[in-house]
């Protein structure tokens, strides 16, 4: 019995440890993984790039489970494009491009309204001028010859969102450049929590869009300084939207053009925006703890290893790992296996951890992988557990402790 309680002492000390890492993680404990689509194939910025990026983070997020849909070249035949959104909690757009066929045009609709969520990310609000559904849904767009007749410009002005009839041009930005968010709804799950003020990295400001406006709440904010191109006015940056039943996150930031590097996408405040707007949008609430490192309002914060590690590249790390070294790769290996488990794709990994732990590696590495072992792992993990308890003194412990939590047999 001492040694169980020992044991546990040891677990609620390392799960303890994970909550000062910088990146975000649920605190709830949920083992529902969201299944989430994004579609992507045309853009006018990079999303070659930018999908990549976007899977990643969702899944870092051990919440989300993500799927691709691809939609033919520009101007390749669209009439095939039929993905079944029904399949899925929440659909990531980005996209603009060619017209979807109306097939998938109406089914879309009818997911979002009968209670789909749907994250509308950067350029998106670009697409479909002419599809008035979807105008709805994104609430404000730019480009794409919108004009006047396409809604009126909201901002944020006296302490209220405000709607502007006036023409102009709709859709712009000055240069990038890093700029404050300022949260202007404070007690949505989306935003409740986060620093008034913040500072983004360097992204593209986008101003002057419009639309029709219906059902839309303004979560924060961006000053467009006249000195750097802008309006002068506090454009809205993260937005809220309700179409029927349907749950609508919509983002202005994250700017990818090019080969990197991509700090507009890096920065944690994007990530966790990202990461909560996806999660309120699949499910109506948030769960995921705010991170430490997360923009101050004067100091920009970037997670250059957004990208999170695949199992080799993450077991290769913590071959080679000690007390004190940077402690990512353990947080990248307990998000990966979180979702794996949740996908219900944990077995297929778990003889690689077993290689691990009888392999040639350090302690520290070996004893990180035993206490995930101990949470995820099978019955097929005991023998090999049972031989680091009786032939490396240094990984005894927590070998123990992963043997008698699986099997249910714990030492006197």
Known sequence: MKNKIIYLFILIAL???????????????????????????????????????????????????????????????????????????????DYVGDPWPEETRTAFEQYVSGGGGVVVYHAADNAFRNWVAYNQMIGIGGWGNRNESDGPYIRWKDGKTVRINEPGPTGNHGPQRAFQV??????HPITKGLPKI?????????????????????????????????????????????????????????????KGPFPAVECVGFIVTLQRGAEWAASGKVTQEIPDDFPQFNVTSRWPLFRPMNLDEILDQLREYK??????????????????????????????????????????????????????????????????????????????????????????
């Open 15 to 93: 799960t303890a440890g994970l909550s000062t890492l910088p990146s975000c993680q649920s605190g709830s404990g949920n083992k529902t993984a969201y299944h989430a689509l994004i579609v992507t194939g045309q853009n006018n910025h990079s999303w070659q790039e930018s999908t990549p990026i976007l899977k990643q983070i969702l899944e870092n997020s051990g919440l989300f489970s993500v799927d691709v849909a691809q939609t033919p070249k520009t101007g390749e035949n669209m009439s095939q494009f039929k993905p079944d959104f029904s399949q899925y909690d929440v659909v990531v757009l």
């Open 182 to 187: 300022t949260i202007r709804e404070s007690e």
């Open 323 to 412: 007390p004190g070294d940077n402690r990512m790769p353990e947080q990248d290996l307990t998000n990966l296996l979180r979702g794996q488990y949740n996908a219900g794709t944990f077995d297929e990994i778990e003889d690689q951890l077993l290689k691990f732990i009888i392999g040639n590696g350090s302690a520290a590495g070996k004893n990180y992988v035993c206490r995930e072992l101990s949470l995820y792992g099978s019955e097929n993990a005991l023998p090999v557990l049972h031989k680091l308890m009786t032939k490396e003194p240094d990984v005894a412990e927590m070998a123990r402790f992963a043997y008698e939590r699986i099997s249910g047999e714990y030492s006197n």
């Open 198 to 258: 913040w500072l983004h990295a360097k992204d593209e400001l986008y101003q002057q869009l419009r639309g029709p406006a219906e059902n839309l709440t303004v979560l924060a904010t961006a000053y467009a300084d006249t000195a750097k191109g802008g309006t002068g006015g506090n454009e809205p940056v993260l937005m809220t939207i309700r179409y029927g039943k349907g749950r609508i996150f919509h983002t202005t930031l994250g700017h990818v053009m090019g």
